[in-house]
């Protein structure tokens, strides 16, 4: 029997801000991360991911690879992004053509244990604990449930 280990960390190829904290251990890969940034424990942030200034990602949380996160955004702890769609019916087992893009913009708080599957999100958008997003949101507001909906409005101002 023949087993592998691979080391988590952090590789080189990650780009980091000014002033950000990562709380050990976590695994950061060919990932870009914001000035002012904080990473907590147990975090992965996958290749091809941005995560903007000002944000905060809490422990136990998976970036996977084609997600941009923006500025002054918050991500709470254990929140899931999905970037494959069982298109096929199964796993798109490393073919990544497959795989879609997720956009969250500015502003945008997201609680613990959601699931974000492959959406765009607008500015000023929270997403209550425990919901999964599974289409665009364009409207400022608060989302919440299975699937996420539209709770009550909040105003887009800066």
Known sequence: MSVQFKKIGITDD????KEVTVMEPVNLYGCKIGDHTFIGPFVEIQRKTSIGNHCRIQSHTFICELVTIGDHCFVGHGVMFINDLFSEGGPAMGDKTK???TQIANHVSIGSNATILPVTICDHV???AGAVV???????GIYAGNPARLIRTLPSSE
Do not use: C, E
Request: glycine letters at 12%.
């Open 14 to 17: 990650v780009v980091f801000g």
């Open 99 to 101: 795989w879609k893009s």
């Open 126 to 128: 929270v997403i209550g």
């Open 134 to 140: 599974t289409k665009n949101i364009t409207k400022p």
